[in-house]
């Protein structure tokens, strides 16, 4: 089978390895399709935590598989399972490799209608929903999130079907600003030929966001952030920022505007912690999206701006790093 492997930076090999086994009580599938996106350009470059600076908590060093959102075909079931049977699809976020023998329910099963292109995201989906869930937003709260990536645009149907007013999303490209309005977006602002917090004062009609999403990803976004949501508004602060953040005046922001700063970790809480006390494990988030991406009522398939095959993967890499405006994420067939 086979399986992406990153050496060193700019060091990423399709390798063969050995096809686990069939287990008691498992499943196996194969990977059909896997996303590639700027995550999986940090690990190539070497700029990833799990590949730079020794004695964080999330280094892990070379050699290191690639990673992200999967989506697999059952191949083989074992005479103990029930339930599941060969040919179903399940979406899952897990190393590239080619073949897996998982537990039925590790993972989250996708009805056989729903199109790759939509399915890929189910992984990141789950991600963002815990974000927006985070806001505990009200109904008509103006919404602004900094940066279009592939995960700031999964926050514009989010916050659309929790009910926000106006949904403002700032993005230096206009490929990222075009997807963003079709996923829902009322207005879409180009920081560089717009003054960014004119516009949205503008916008808000001098009330600033109620929510401010950072997105962005890079050290800048952050104050960014403080600087442009309303007094006694939140800043959710969902990327996942690897470099250190200056903030030249905690004060003016933080201090005066008595701002609720607000974390959200990766997919949401593990669904060991499910009680009648914490409905929205993120498994319970993951079936959902499943089920909405059935009903067509989340589709979240205009994020995926490219298809390539697996041979094409550094190559796809690279074409995101020269030209990040025209890529967003790219569907990987394997």
Known sequence: MRSLVIHGPRECRIEEEPEPPLAPGRIKIRVRYCSMLMENVGLYTGTDPRVRAPGNPLYRGY????????????????????????SDRFAS????????????????????????????????????????????????????????????????????????????????????????????????????????????????????PDVVFDAGNTAATFPLALEL????????????????????????????????????????????????????TGRESQRLIARWMAEGRFDPSPIVTDRRPLAEFVPAMEALLERPGDHLKTLIEW
């Open 93 to 208: 976020y897990t190393a590239y490799r080619e073949v897996q023998v998982i537990a039925p329910d590790a993972w989250t099963k996708v009805e056989p209608h729903v199109p790759a292109e939509a399915a890929i995201s189910l992984p990141f989906s789950g991600t963002t929903l815990h974000a927006v869930r985070r806001a505990h937003l009200e109904l008509g709260d103006d919404v602004l999130i900094i940066g279009a990536g592939p995960m700031g645009a999964l926050l514009v149907p989010w916050t659309r079907l929790a009910g926000a007013g106006r949904i403002i999303v700032a993005e230096l490209h206009a490929r990222r600003r075009a997807i963003a309005q079709q996923l829902g977006a009322t207005h879409v602002v180009d920081p560089r030929a717009t003054e960014l917090k004119a516009a949205v004062q503008e916008i808000t009609e001098g009330n600033g």
């Open 63 to 86: 050699p290191q598989p690639q990673a992200g959102e999967v989506l697999a075909e059952v191949v083989e079931v074992a005479p103990d399972v029930a339930g599941v049977k060969e």
């Open 229 to 280: 949501a309303r007094p006694q508004g939140k800043v959710v602060v969902l990327s996942w920022h690897t470099q250190p953040i200056t903030i030249d005046d905690m004060t003016r922001d933080f201090y005066h505007k008595e701002l609720e700063i607000i974390a959200t970790r990766a997919g949401g809480p593990s669904h060991a912690y499910r009680s009648p006390y914490l409905r929205w």
